[in-house]
C-alpha cells in the first residue's frame, strides 16, 4: 500500500544523510518513476526533500528539518529484523519489506549476520505441499471465509467446516488455529492432517478469536534425559551408519557414545531416554525399526514385537 511505503520512506531519510532514488527503488521493489512521484507526495506533505545532483548525489531532508528517527536500538533492530525476514520467507508479501523498510535501519538489515538468529520458515522444496496450504489458508483468514476441509484426528477421519483465524508455528509443523463449528470451540489443527480443503463462500465475522491453547504441559516429558516417577527407561541400540538418520526421530543428545561390537568389527551405539507413554515409544521405535533394537525395557520389546507379529499377518 502507498501509505506504507510513504511512512517507510519518512524513516528511510530520517535514517540517512541521503540515498539515492535507485537505492530507494530497490528496496521497495517498485520503479524509479514510483519513488520520484512519493516524493512529490511528501514535499506536497510539507516535508521538504532536496535533490543533490552529481556521482555522491542522491536525495535527503533540508538541513535543518527535523523528522524522528527510529527509537529501536541496534540490538532491537536486529531482533526485529531477524522476524519479519522470517516472516517474509513464508509469505512474500511486498508490503512486510515495506513494514521492514520502515522500522529496521538499511545499516541493521546489512547485519544480517550479527543477529543471534536467522528465521527461515519456508520449506526446502520448491513444490511444498505444506507451503500451498499456507498460502490458500492465509488468504481465507483475510478473507474471513469458512473453510470445509476432511480432518484426520487419532480417533476418526471426518469433514468439519471451520473458521480460519491464525496460522501457527509450533516447534517444527504448521498449524491452524480456528473456530471447529462441529465442536463449538477453537482448536489447532495440523496442516499435515488436513488432507482435503476447499475455501467456502460463506464468511463469519471476524471478532477476537481465543487465546490459543498449546496445552499446558502438552507432551511433557514423552522425550526426556530425566528420570521420572512412573516413566520407562528407554534403550536402543543402532549401527552407527544409521545415525545420521535417526537423529531426524531423536535429539542426538539422547545418543550414549559407540560400543564395538563383538569380534565382527562393527560399531553400535545406544540411545536413551525416559517416556511416560509407552504407546508414543512404540509409535516411535516402529517408524525406524529397520534401524534400532529394543534393549529396553521388556514392555516395550513386547509390544513391538506383538505389532510386528500383526504387520505380519497382513502378507500371509
Request: glycine share 8%; aromatic share 10%; net charge neutral.
Amino acid at each position: 500500500m502507498r501509505i506504507q511505503r510513504l511512512l517507510a520512506l519518512v524513516c528511510v531519510l530520517a535514517d540517512n544523510e541521503k540515498v539515492t532514488v535507485r537505492e530507494l527503488a530497490e528496496r521497495f521493489e517498485v520503479s524509479r518513476r514510483t519513488i520520484f512521484r512519493d516524493l512529490e507526495a511528501l514535499n506536497c506533505a510539507g516535508i521538504p526533500i532536496v535533490s543533490q545532483p552529481g556521482r555522491e548525489g542522491g536525495v535527503c531532508v533540508m538541513e535543518g528539518y527535523k523528522v524522528a528517527r527510529s527509537v529501536l536500538s541496534s540490538d532491537d533492530a536486529r531482533r526485529l529484523f531477524s522476524a519479519l525476514d522470517g516472516l517474509r520467507s513464508i509469505d512474500g508479501d511486498p508490503s512486510t519489506s515495506g513494514l521492514i523498510a520502515r522500522l529496521v535501519p538499511e545499516r541493521e538489515q546489512g547485519a544480517r549476520a550479527a543477529s543471534r538468529y536467522a528465521i527461515d520458515l519456508s520449506s526446502w522444496f520448491k513444490d511444498s505441499v505444506v507451503g500451498k496450504k499456507l498460502r490458500t489458508l492465509a488468504e481465507a483468514i483475510d478473507d474471513a471465509r469458512c473453510v470445509s476441509m476432511d480432518y484426520i484426528s487419532r480417533s476418526i477421519r471426518r469433514t468439519r467446516v471451520v473458521e480460519p483465524r491464525r496460522l501457527v508455528f509450533k516447534q517444527s509443523d504448521w498449524y491452524l488455529h480456528a473456530f471447529c463449528r462441529t465442536r463449538g470451540e477453537f482448536r489447532l489443527f495440523k496442516l499435515r492432517r488436513i488432507a482435503a480443503f476447499r475455501t467456502l463462500d460463506e464468511t463469519f465475522d471476524p471478532e477476537p478469536g481465543s487465546a490459543i491453547a498449546f496445552g499446558e504441559g502438552y507432551g511433557a516429558g514423552l522425550f526426556s534425559a530425566d528420570e521420572a516417577e512412573g516413566a520407562f527407561q528407554v534403550v536402543l541400540e543402532y549401527d552407527v551408519a544409521d545415525e545420521f538418520a535417526l537423529t531426524e526421530r531423536f535429539d542426538a543428545s539422547f545418543f550414549c557414545g559407540r560400543a564395538t561390537g563383538l569380534g565382527d568389527g562393527s560399531t553400535t551405539g545406544r540411545i536413551s531416554f525416559y517416556t511416560p507413554d509407552l504407546r508414543f515409544a512404540t509409535d516411535t521405535v516402529f517408524g525406524v525399526l529397520d534401524k534400532v533394537r529394543v534393549i529396553a525395557p521388556e514392555e516395550l520389546r513386547e509390544a513391538v514385537r506383538a505389532r510386528l507379529e500383526n504387520v505380519s499377518s497382513f502378507y500371509e
